[in-house]
């Protein structure tokens, strides 16, 4: 597959992930308030953990 390899020249690690979700709730909580911000919060850090699982599930070895 194309998209491993460049994943594995530039390997994303949680840092990556933090990061941008840290981004995103920034201007979230400035620029909304109330329950739809924080259900698009909630998404954008599931959306994160399942991206981290499946790169997990690639990125170890096979015994």
Do not use: C
Request: cysteine-free; aromatic content about 6%; charged content about 35%.
């Amino acid at each position: 597959m194309r998209d491993r390899k460049k994943n594995k020249k530039i390997p994303l690690q949680p840092v990556h992930f933090d990061r941008r979700i840290s981004l995103f709730e920034a201007t979230v909580n400035e620029l909304f308030t109330g329950e739809k911000a924080e259900l698009a919060v909630s998404r954008a850090r599931s959306i994160r953990d399942i991206m981290q699982y499946k790169m997990q599930q690639i990125n170890q070895p096979k015994p």
